[in-house]
């Protein structure tokens, strides 16, 4: 028991920091369970670099991303808030990604399950990684103009964000796992049933999220790897960050007598194919360390390069 517990104390402690991340993050729910106010801890989470919608009722604060584009929606460019971002990224990687992130948490949660994981093929897996880059694009398409529009046609500009709806005021919520767990489904729920084909565009909504919410129990972070708009953005920046994990080539053995670090991996990096010096899988690794948890032979080690 205590060599299973030694040979997993990533794993645990990771999965601590996560729970413990989360309730502070919904601080709300520790409120509702103990007579104590934590409106302290608002401050501190309100610009979390992690996908949080500001619409949840269990917490006060949000991603920064979704301030980034809320603000240039509104004809500010947040250069200050885009730095302290992209800061982040260099020094931390995105430890944020596989430690912090309540949705992470929510889809290793449907990992944890036991099943036979699977892996989709490689042509496949580099062909859904490019989905997430397209949303944000589009919300760049939309967000960016109708910000500089404010400054230069104000008329033009309300006409604009009328056209455009709900998505002015909540561009990455439309394509949040977030918005959809924590603010979509508790309202739209108790609106759509009865059956109605009135809400056939609730009933698909709810369809897609909660498809990928079960395929997550077979594909670790499938909403992560291929649909968060928060993953694109970090993906982008991290491949360029300080924080990595480098493969020495003394102790590995490689792939055809070993392959364990990719087996175990949960965003599907081919890491016997990346270079020793360090590896993040084109920005895709999130720093679970799954991988230097469970080699056989200690040949990845947390690397801190200096530029």
């Keep these: 028991m ?15 920091i996560q729970i413990l991340a989360f309730l502070t993050i919904n601080y709300i729910i ?10 302290s801890l608002e401050g501190f989470i309100k610009f979390l670099p992690i996908l949080n919608s ?26 200050f808030m885009i730095g302290v971002l992209i ?9 944020f990604c596989g430690w912090i992130c ?4 929510i889809q290793d949660a449907c990992a944890a399950i036991p099943t036979k994981k699977k892996k989709l093929s490689i042509k496949t897996h580099q062909s859904l990684l490019k989905i997430k880059y397209i949303f944000v ?8 103009p109708l910000g500089i529009t404010r400054n230069t046609n104000y008329i033009f500009y309300t006409e604009f964000k009328n056209t455009i709806g709900a998505f002015a005021d ?7 796992l977030s918005e959809f767990l924590f603010v979509y489904f508790p309202t ?76 175990v991996c949960p965003k599907q990096i081919r890491i016997l194919d990346e270079p020793f010096e360090f590896f993040t899988g084109k920005g895709e690794c999130n720093l679970c360390i799954k991988c230097k948890e469970k080699c056989p032979y200690d040949a990845i080690q947390i690397k801190f390069i200096n530029f």
């Excluded at 040979?7 to 601590?16: A, D, F, G």
């Excluded at 309540?102 to 948490?105: H, R, V």
């Design 102 to 105: 309540p949705i992470g948490t």
């Design 54 to 79: 500001p619409r949840n009722p269990l917490s006060n604060g949000a991603g920064i991303l979704e301030y980034i584009f809320y603000s240039m929606a509104n004809g500010i460019f947040p250069f």
């Design 137 to 144: 694009i589009i919300i760049i398409i939309i967000i960016f």
């Design 2 to 16: 205590r060599l299973k517990i030694k040979e997993n104390s990533t794993t645990i402690t990771r999965r601590l």
């Design 188 to 263: 739209i729920i108790q609106e759509i049933f009865p059956f109605s084909w009135d809400y056939f565009a609730s009933y698909t909504i709810i369809g897609f999220y909660i498809l990928i919410i079960v395929i997550s129990v077979w594909y670790p972070r499938f909403y992560c790897r291929y649909f968060c708009p928060f993953a694109a953005v970090a993906s982008a920046v991290s491949d360029y960050s300080f924080l990595k994990l480098s493969r020495n080539p003394v102790k590995c053995i490689g792939r055809s007598e070993c392959g364990l670090c990719e087996r």
């Design 30 to 39: 520790i409120e509702a369970i103990f007579p104590i106010n934590l409106i």
């Design 87 to 95: 800061l982040v990224f260099l020094f931390s990687n995105r430890v």
């Design 170 to 176: 909540q561009p990455v919520g439309f394509f949040s």
